[in-house]
């Protein structure tokens, strides 16, 4: 079964592979996943504002009690010796493009303009085949508008695109108030790609010690269908190629968001649960369920469902949404 | 040096250790290092030096080696050199002691050697980190050739000449330089080239060496023991190389002077040609004798001179006679040591040999035998000044002179002390002098050498900057002395007149003499908020006068504010010096700002360009925040500077240690100290500091007295007490009371009050406080507040509830709650701001503390616990509490161990005596004090009370045995021994002697600070160092594992081991110091202490240490050998399995972390082998914990 596709430009011999994940920090885990027949590798976000801090709290750390006793000038071996940058990650792309034949797909999550760009340019030297960009924060001040967010992400797109010759996709969160337009907008800056959708961390509380709890809930089936509404949208408008994140688990999953138009399906939670090997099972999976149902190849699903191709496109607007409701009624009498 | 007249080249700014460093650095193959004050810089360096992949003169990355001890570094170069390389070490004071024995050996076998030493006193009635000649003299015997460096330009062309002169020669170098003044003065030296040093090295000599060294290719013995019939001779068979050796460094000087135009001479001589009065001293001292004696020939047209000695050992004769003006009539000798009972000093001494040997050879060098006079001076870097060697000249024009005398203390004992004149200015004109007041944690020293850096590489200036540190770790104050000058500047001592002032901490004015270095119409800056007005009137009268009278220009600068603004919190370093340039006028102001920003990007721009754009904006800010405040005709002020001591303190104590805390020490005369080093205790309650601008307050309505906010206070600052509802009666307003929660107190109330004076803010109360408000859990029962809204009526409450009554103490349960009820006897230490290492102390005070004999060896625990001016321990109402005492750094196990040796052998005697006059004393009393074996509570204090009867009976026997058992009765009450140290003591120097105390059965409690690094010198590795962590002496991240002390000692069986964590499991803290204490036998706790060389803020270090044990980076157990005799198993393990990654733990702290940015790989590496043998020690734990005796059947 034919199940090529393609994706930020590449090729590739199916549509499964790892999303940004601290899967892909034990080079061992990578091996695996290329052998559980991973498309391509994307890496564990490297976070500018980490770094940042890192930096500034080592520096506050050794230079704050240096130069008070005369016994001891400093607590730490030469100052200087030490960059605390993004080595350690640039390293790590190194080493999985040693590893693996498959493209490997960086992921960037910057706060500064310089930050995005001047690391995105470090990745491409590092080797990475693409980069992810993560466009991740919680725009929780009051003073700030819907269009500072929006103009934001696209100053970002637009300056990475400048900046590295390797293609660029943007992972983008859902909650933008007309999403379309700001795709549109996105698409006009080049863009090779859009991942749908970031998956924000939720902090918990912990009711007995009274403190936020930071906590990580892995995804369901039922976050795809978020998915597939704007897969199905977008996928017959706009040129970037799209990968489905988010809500992945089932055979029935990959074909769904195959259908309403995805080029690439990336898989985190199944993958933190089950371990490398559910991907060679979703991937025998669904060339079995292609056979099964009769297509040629995985192109001839590839959009089948979107909004142009679907028979019932107001489904995708606002019509889901009421049919959904009287369904639940129906089910649910008074 | 006399100057040659050649082109000044590029100079390079570098103190004394750097100097000499690099020097011994190009020229070696093997260095062994041990970090020791002031002498570590430069083991610190060469290692820094070689991770960097700095290669030798040869191209090749010396091997540098960390012994356990100084003896260890001379044993492991010893044998280097026996292997036939070039082998260095550098060491100071006690270290170089350590190494006598081996020095003894390398001279004997005629081997190549430079030992450099940072000169510092040796340890007497005191220790001391600071500077003199006491160490390198006691070594003037051992067969090294001794050579002083009097400048940090010597300190690196001596290096040269030693690491030459020892090829050729075969005589092993001590090459020397005064610690502090030379190892630690930033100076403009002109570098040696490295072709330069080539030169002087002659490969040939090398080659010699290595055919000398050992080779089972042509096998030789070393080392064998000889008889009576030959060691004489063959001991003597050396002689012709010592001749030689003054000959010899005089070519190596001469060479150097070829090459690079500084000339210099075994005995160099300065002054008039005909001078009738000469000093003879070494070391820097020398060089304010030379520039004195210039000014008094130039000035006065005095006929004096100063004769420096270089080459010390071998002493040349004929050098030392003929570098004297033949016109010499007067000679003072100046000694930088003591030795007590000696004829005079080792210096006096030999020059007055070797004047009466050339007389006695016939060589007349002098019209009139001179007469030599000799003298003490600069004893622990005590300052040494024009007027000081003035004094000397002046003393040698008297027709009867002292002969022996000291120079820059008052001696009304002994009236050896010569009396001073009026303070000298002997400086060129041209100088620029600038005195900077700071405090250690704003920034203040490292903007200074940032600003001499600039000013020399800008303007082409010498430069010297020398800085003068506090003996506290928290709220630290700094002064640095800065000179300018077109010249190189020779003045080795700090500036008393300086025209430009600053004081970088507001509170500074109240407590140091700011004003007084200020020379007339001098610009002083002040770190101030608000108007002209304002800040004016904020000065107390006394400062207002000094102003006034100095003529100053007044500026003032909101320094904290644009720093805070910038995002820079206390380090107002930024700010401050770039008002300094604004205002100094050193350089043109835009080119000065340039500068800043520029150094500003070179310091952080690899490392954090957060920290540029902040430093940046704080450039920005700073001059346009510089206001001038107008200097009025009289004082306004109603208020002047605080007594730095309360008018209730006892005598001794105003007297003494409070002039020390007013900066008057060196005012105080001789008859003001005891003989033998003795000091009272409890003196850290009077120096009243309020170093932190935000204090806990208490929520008492939220509280739940669970009292770890007592337990974790670094410094003893918070408080907790029941008492009566009555003796609340008069409290003052402000003072809070609850019911006490708990049966044995039931009824009484509860208080807890916070000491806002002595708090250092860190934080750590309010960290473990658990009890939070339901409706807005932001707010807990302790929430840190300004010290300006509730400073006062906090200190009224903690007054108060100080002298409330102590707690009964057999009533008081002894867990965490209630053993909080107890006197801490250990309070308001120097210790740093959230110390992870003074809580087991104040725990150890409080819970046997009245009955408490510490040895605590060198290091953090000696600084903090005994470092003048005030100390930290102190007493009950009784009047019991803690007896200190400090030996050294290595023999600190042994040092307990005697103590606890006399102890048991007066107890013994107590107990015989009781016996053989138990005919004369009641019947019960005797049994009652032959009975009492319990070391709890009720057993000490019913046992106190039978002495005091014991005493009253003893009173009314005649004879000697009575007044034999008066004399020691109280020792019929247990004393609880306590061998306290830091890991670097405990793992490396001092294993040795721990290991035999450990075995010896004996009734010891040894506490271990476990720190995981050197602390105290720096953040050295020890052995202790965990695997992975990043420590000097192992930069790349330390490779092996930690030293598994605990495991060690349990191998016993008869040694109860234990490893605790406060901030994890504070009960088990406290059960184990009770169980280790009420064991008769050797206990062994070694306690996790977090620090500030692990490189986070320690707010966080309880949050740390409970991830040090949750991830298995450290145990908590107990294996106590009384359970292995009732047939239990012996260890118990205080926690579980490893439940949360390593990885994790290691995440959170700058040790672990620089490895990983800086090599990711190798770093994984690290990580993988730490989590196996945190898992392998786990494993041998859980397998000790299941062992159990087979009883026979």
Partial sequence: MDMSTRYLGFDLPHPLMPGASPLVDSLDTVRRLEDAGAAAIVMHSLFEEQIKQDRLHALLATEGPANSYAEALSYFPGLDHFALGPEAYLEQIRRIKEAVRVPVIASLNGVSTEGWSDYARLIQEAGADALELNVYFVAAALDEYAATVEDRVITIARQVKQTVTIPVALKVSPFFSAFGGFVHRLEQTGVDGLVLFNRFYQPDIDIERLEAAPRLELSTSSELLLRLRWLAILSSQVKPSLACSGGVHTVADVVKAIMTGANAIQLVSVLLQDGPNALAELRIGLERWLIEHEYESLKQMQGSMNLSRCPNPAAFERGNYMAALQGWRRLNPL | ?1193
Wanted: charged share 20%; net charge negative.
């Fill in chain 2, 1 to 1193: 040096m006399a100057d040659t007249g050649v082109t000044r080249t590029e100079t390079a700014l570098v103190d004394g250790n750097q100097a000499a460093g690099w020097v011994a650095y190009r020229c070696s193959e093997v260095i062994a290092i041990y970090p020791i004050t002031p002498a570590s810089p430069m083991g610190e360096l060469a290692d820094e030096w070689a991770a960097a992949e700095k290669s030798n003169l040869w191209g090749d990355i010396p091997q540098i080696v960390e012994m356990q001890s100084e003896g260890g570094a001379a044993g492991a170069i010893h044998g280097a050199l026996q292997a036939g390389t070039l082998a260095t070490t550098f060491t100071a004071s006690q270290g170089l002691l350590l190494m006598i024995p081996n020095l003894y050996k390398i001279a004997g076998e005629l081997t190549p050697f430079v030992l450099h030493v940072a000169a510092r006193t040796l340890a007497t009635h005191a220790l001391s980190i600071f500077g003199d000649h006491s160490d390198v003299m006691a070594c003037r015997q051992t067969g090294m050739a001794l050579l002083s460096a009097s400048t940090v330009q010597e300190a690196q062309d001596f290096a040269l000449i030693s690491h030459a002169v020892t090829l050729k020669a075969r005589v092993p170098f001590l090459h020397f330089f005064d610690g502090f003044r030379t190892s630690h003065e930033l100076n403009g030296i002109i570098p040696l080239s490295d072709d330069d040093i080539r030169a002087l090295i002659d490969e040939s000599a090398i080659s010699a060496l290595r055919q000398r060294g050992l080779s089972p290719d042509r096998p030789q013995i070393r080392g064998t023991a000889q008889n009576p019939d030959v060691f004489f001779q063959a001991r003597e068979a050396c002689s012709p190389f010592y001749e030689q050796c003054p000959g010899q460094v005089q070519d190596a000087f001469d060479h150097l002077a070829e090459r690079t135009g500084r000339r210099y001479r075994l005995f160099d001589y300065d002054g008039h040609p005909a001078a009738e009065r000469v000093i003879v001293v070494m070391g820097s001292g020398a060089e304010t004798a030379r520039e004195t004696a210039r000014f008094l020939e130039r000035e006065r047209g005095e006929r004096v001179g100063v004769l420096t000695v270089h080459l010390y050992r071998p002493f040349s004769i004929a050098d030392f006679v003929t570098a004297l003006p033949e016109t010499t009539r007067a000679i003072a000798v100046l000694d930088r040591t003591k030795e007590p009972g000696a004829v005079g000093e080792p210096l006096f001494l030999d020059v007055v040999a070797a004047l009466a040997e050339a007389r006695a050879v016939g060589t007349p060098r002098f019209a009139v035998e001179p007469v030599v006079i000799g003298g003490r001076y600069g004893l622990s870097s005590k300052e040494f000044t024009p007027a000081m060697v003035k004094a000397v000249f002046d003393e040698l024009t008297r027709p009867r002179p002292k002969r022996r005398f000291t120079v820059g203390i008052h001696d009304d004992v002994s009236h050896s002390s010569l009396a001073l004149g009026e303070a000298l200015d002997v400086e060129p004109a041209g100088t620029t002098r600038a005195v900077f007041f700071g405090l250690g944690s704003d920034g203040t020293v490292g903007a200074n050498k940032n600003s001499l850096k600039i000013i020399a590489e800008e303007t082409g200036q010498y430069g010297q900057g020398y800085f003068v540190y506090d003996s506290r770790k928290s709220g630290a104050t700094t002064v640095s002395h800065l000179r300018f000058s077109p010249q190189p500047i020779h003045a080795p001592y700090l500036i008393s007149q300086a025209g430009f002032v600053a004081c970088h901490h507001f509170p500074l004015l109240d407590q140091m003499d700011v004003l007084g270095t200020a020379a007339p119409g001098a610009i002083v800056l002040l770190n101030a908020p608000g108007t002209a007005d304002d800040v004016w009137a904020s000065l107390p009268r006394s400062v207002q006068q000094q102003a006034i009278d100095s003529r100053v220009r007044l500026f003032a600068v909101d320094a904290s504010r644009v720093a805070r603004d910038a995002g820079l919190g206390r380090r107002i370093n930024t700010v401050m010096q770039t008002c300094f340039f604004a205002l100094s006028g050193v350089l043109p102001a835009d080119d000065a700002v340039e500068r800043i920003k520029g150094a500003i990007d070179k310091t952080y721009g690899r490392r954090s360009e957060e920290a540029v754009r902040r430093n940046h904006a704080a450039v920005d800010q700073s001059v346009a925040n510089l206001i001038e405040i107008p200097v009025p005709a009289e004082a306004s002020a109603l208020f002047d500077r605080r007594p730095p001591i309360p008018a209730h303190a006892p005598d001794f104590v105003r007297r003494v240690t409070g002039a020390i805390l007013a900066g008057h020490g060196d005012q105080l005369p001789v008859s003001a100290f005891p003989v033998d080093g003795t000091w009272p205790v409890g003196t850290s309650q009077y120096e009243k500091r309020g170093i932190s601008a935000e204090v806990p307050g208490w929520n008492a309505e939220l509280c739940i007295q669970c009292n770890k906010c007592a337990m974790v206070c670094p410094h003893a600052v918070i408080r907790v007490k029941t008492c009566t509802p009555e003796s609340l009666a008069e409290a003052p307003v402000g003072l809070r009371s609850l019911d006490y929660r708990g049966e044995e107190f039931a009824g009484s109330r509860y208080v807890l009050a916070v000491s806002p004076e002595d708090c250092t803010g860190c934080t750590l109360c309010v960290a473990v406080c658990p009890a939070k408000d339901k409706a807005n859990p932001r707010r807990k029962a302790l929430e840190m507040r300004p010290t300006a809204e509730i400073g006062a009526t906090a200190s009224a409450a903690f007054s108060y509830v100080l002298a409330l009554p102590e707690a009964p103490r057999p009533q008081v349960p002894l867990a965490v709650k209630q053993v909080q009820l107890f006197q801490p006897l250990f309070e308001f230490s120097g210790a740093c701001a959230g110390c992870g290492e003074t809580p087991y102390l104040k725990l150890l005070t409080q819970l046997f503390g009245d009955r408490a004999v510490i040895a605590n060896a060198t290091g953090c625990s000696s600084i903090y616990g005994g470092n003048l001016p005030t100390t930290p321990y102190t007493v009950t109402p009784e009047g019991r509490g803690p007896a200190w005492s400090n030996s050294l750094f290595e023999d600190n196990a042994e040092y307990g161990f005697g103590l606890r040796t006399a102890f048991d052998q007066l107890a013994l005697q107590a107990r015989r005596l009781v016996q053989a006059l138990a005919g004369q004393l009641p019947e019960a009393l005797v049994e009652g004090l032959l009975a009492a074996t319990g070391r709890d509570e009720a057993t000490i204090a019913a046992q106190r009370e039978r002495v005091v009867a014991l005493r009253q009976a003893l009173a009314g026997i005649d004879g000697l045995a009575a007044q034999r058992l008066l004399e020691i009765a109280d020792n019929l009450v247990t004393r609880s021994v306590w061998i306290v140290g830091g890991d670097g003591w405990a793992y490396d120097i001092g294993f040795g002697g721990l290991d035999h105390v450990l075995a010896s059965g004996r009734n010891v409690n040894v506490l271990v600070l476990d720190t995981e690094v050197y602390s105290n010198t720096g953040g050295q590795q020890s052995k202790a160092t965990p695997l992975g962590a990043s420590a000097k002496f192992a930069i790349a991240g330390r490779a092996s594992g930690k030293k598994d002390l605990g495991m060690m000692a349990m191998s016993y069986g008869n040694v109860f081991v234990a490893q605790v964590a406060f901030g994890a499991r504070d009960q088990q803290t406290v059960r184990t110091l009770l169980e280790a204490e009420s064991y008769d036998g050797p206990s062994l706790v070694i306690a996790y202490s977090h620090c500030i060389a692990h490189g986070y803020d320690l707010a966080h270090g309880l949050d740390q240490q409970k991830l040090a044990v949750d991830s298995g980076h450290w145990s908590l157990y107990r294996f106590d050998p009384r359970r292995l005799a009732v047939g239990e198993r012996p260890l118990v393990m205080d926690s579980g399995p490893a439940k949360a990654r390593l990885a994790d733990f290691m995440a959170n702290e700058t040790r672990f972390r620089v490895v990983e940015r800086d090599d990711p790989a190798r770093f994984r590496a690290l990580l993988k082998a730490a989590e196996s043998e945190s898992r392998l020690r786990l494993e041998r734990l859980r397998f000790a914990a299941e062992f159990q005796e087979t009883k026979d059947k």
